[in-house]
């Protein structure tokens, strides 16, 4: 099997297992999946978003188990769909750390362009400054892969 099919196969899986909690009540965002995969490693992780505010969130990642391309993108997803909540065009990863628990942390930006200074925009200190990403993630071009069809 290619590894776009793989992909493929995966994504089909993921949209129709992840569950997705959003109530007017508590607007952060979570999801979980659940994806058995006989002769593979299981997907099982939870995405919750645990913190918001203007610019930002911070996420907690719980990994149970997952190969590392479908881990990863359960978790981009995460912030593919955060953006989308948030009427954000852009996202991009600033920082990443481990928790006293051991789950992976993350502090997730957001913007209507990928024009702005990150480091300015999301007012990091230096040492956030060098550990975010350099550039910003479409929403636009991540449609392509978690709104199959569009």
């Known amino acids: 099997m290619?590894?776009?099919?793989?992909?493929?196969?995966?994504?089909?899986?993921?949209?129709?297992?992840?569950?997705?909690?959003?109530?007017?009540?508590?607007?952060?965002?979570?999801?979980?999946?659940?994806?058995?995969?006989p002769g593979g490693k299981d997907l099982v992780m939870k995405f919750e978003e645990t913190r918001r505010d203007e610019k930002t969130s911070t996420a907690k990642v719980t990994r149970i188990s997952g190969a590392s391309v479908?881990?990863?993108?359960?978790?981009?997803?995460?912030?593919?769909?955060?953006?989308?909540?948030?009427?954000a065009s852009h996202f991009v990863k600033l920082k990443e750390w481990r928790a006293d628990d051991g789950n992976v942390m993350y502090l997730v930006g957001f913007a209507n362009d990928d024009k702005k200074p990150i480091p300015a925009y999301f007012n990091l200190s230096e040492s956030d400054g060098k550990s975010a990403d350099t550039k910003f993630f479409s929403v636009k071009d991540y449609d392509q892969i978690f709104k199959p069809g569009k």
């Open 2 to 37: 290619t590894f776009e099919r793989a992909l493929r196969l995966f994504l089909g899986l993921l949209a129709a297992t992840i569950v997705n909690v959003a109530t007017a009540a508590d607007p952060l965002h979570h999801q979980e999946v659940s994806i058995k995969n």
């Open 70 to 87: 479908a881990s990863s993108m359960f978790i981009v997803q995460g912030f593919y769909d955060i953006a989308n909540l948030r009427g």
